[in-house]
């Protein structure tokens, strides 16, 4: 099966506030590799926002925003929403990212993929060993 969420710790301020990922995400037409920096406050947010998403059964989608704090033109969106009874859920990617010195330096691009709900579970739950430092990589959100 074919991972469609990974991210990588690549680097980590001496503080442990705050450390650069490398994201990727994958569709069976798209790929993209995004190196952003975040805070533990930011995955929790994903984990909240998921977390969300399952108590009412996907009943309304969840949309969760990456902004990169130091670069106002790059960012990343996920949006979570179920389409059928059987707990499949397509997750719709937005990325721009765009550095205002070069034009001819951008990346633009919005692409969806489908996992489960049982997916997005096991996403939550490595995010969380992510927080702790019990790992540096999560690999989730498998190809259905």
């Known amino acids: 099966?074919?991972?469609?969420?990974?991210?990588?710790?690549?680097?980590?301020?001496?503080?442990?506030?705050?450390?650069?990922?490398?994201?990727?995400?994958?569709?069976s037409v798209c790929s993209s590799n995004?190196?952003?920096y975040m805070q533990d406050e930011t995955l929790q947010?994903?984990?909240?926002?998921?977390?969300?998403?399952?108590?009412?059964?996907?009943?309304?989608?969840?949309i969760w925003q990456l902004l990169d704090p130091d670069a106002d033109d790059h960012k990343i969106s996920l949006t979570f929403t179920l389409i059928d009874r059987t707990g499949t859920i397509q997750v719709d990617v937005f990325i721009h990212?765009?550095?205002?010195?070069?034009?001819?330096?951008?990346?633009?691009?919005?692409?969806?993929f489908k996992t489960t709900m049982g997916q997005?579970?096991?996403?939550s739950a490595q995010l969380k060993r992510f927080i702790r430092r019990e790992t540096d990589h999560v690999a989730s959100l498998y190809e259905r």
């Open 1 to 27: 099966m074919k991972t469609q969420f990974e991210m990588e710790r690549i680097w980590m301020d001496e503080t442990e506030l705050f450390y650069q990922i490398r994201l990727q995400l994958h569709a």
């Open 34 to 36: 995004q190196d952003v």
């Open 45 to 62: 947010e994903l984990i909240d926002s998921i977390a969300g998403f399952n108590n009412t059964w996907g009943k309304e989608p969840v």
């Open 97 to 112: 990212d765009e550095w205002q010195h070069d034009p001819f330096d951008h990346f633009h691009a919005t692409f969806k």
């Open 120 to 123: 997005l579970d096991d996403l």
